[in-house]
């Protein structure tokens, strides 16, 4: 056995005084990240933006969960897919910006998108989108407005009691 002279012995003691740690999982990781992310976003009242594909986004900002009656929930629910689906149809491309609110006791639900940046899709559609979302607000107690915005985009918004009519 050959003892070594100078700085080869001095780094062969160092690692051999290392303390060896012992390999964290990436599992233990990625559950550690997820835990301060959460952290973070529940003090932030904020979650990042989602990719949905198609160039949609979704994210919430100043959110914190109130929980609303099942029928109301319901009701919000559809007027909001609906209304992702007509942005899609009728103006591909162009961004969808949705607002749900509370205030005193009414659900607002506002959904706006600019015009649309490319040609609208011919897609085969009952026409009775609206009419139906109109016909269940209104049996809430709720009003349901929707119409063209000055800079040639669409703008939609539902009204809800968040109590029994």
Do not use: C
Not at 68 to 86: F, G, K, P, S, W
């Amino acid at each position: 056995m050959r003892l070594r002279r100078g700085r080869g012995a001095q780094a062969d003691e160092r690692q051999r005084k290392q303390k060896v740690q012992p390999e964290v999982g990436q599992d233990h990781l990625d559950r550690r990240t997820r835990q301060r992310q959460r952290r973070t976003e529940r003090k932030q009242h904020h979650r990042p933006n989602h990719d949905l594909g198609d160039g949609l986004a979704a994210g919430t900002a100043g959110f914190r969960r109130r929980p609303a009656r099942d029928d109301v929930q319901r009701a919000i629910y559809r007027t909001v897919q609906e209304a992702l689906t007509n942005v899609r149809k009728h103006a591909p491309g162009a961004n969808a910006n949705v607002w749900i609110r509370r205030n005193d006791g009414t659900f607002v639900t506002t959904i706006t998108n600019p015009a649309a940046p490319r040609p609208a899709l011919a897609l085969p559609s009952a026409k009775q989108g609206l009419v139906g979302l109109r016909q269940r607000a209104e049996t809430l107690g709720g009003e349901l407005q929707s119409g063209p915005t000055p800079d040639g985009g669409y703008r939609l918004h539902l009204t809800l009691p968040a109590n029994t009519p």
